[in-house]
């Protein structure tokens, strides 16, 4: 029998922070680090940041279209990539909770 397997989103409990210092912003190929804002990343090729060093454990897209995403997936997948899809609005809002939080520490 061929192997039928998927793209499934799981959903898994992470430290929005964490995710900030270590991922990649990209449309198709390029992008820019999330934790230094350094521009023209290849999630295909740069592993870390040329700017800050940090390495590189998530990605995420603009890209809504499901097609676009799966493509991403695929490449990470071919390429034995070790990094990790993040939903770009579940980033923005776990960013966004901590930001709220920060405004009201004295």
Known sequence: MADK???????????????KKHLLLIDDLYGSCANCKQLGLNYLKDKECPGCKTSFKYVTTNLKGLEDVKKILNRIQELNLKLTLIEKEDYLQATAKDAVKDLFKS
Do not use: H
Not at 5 to 19: H, Q
């Open 5 to 19: 397997k998927t793209f499934v989103r799981v959903w898994t409990s992470l430290d929005p922070n964490d995710i």
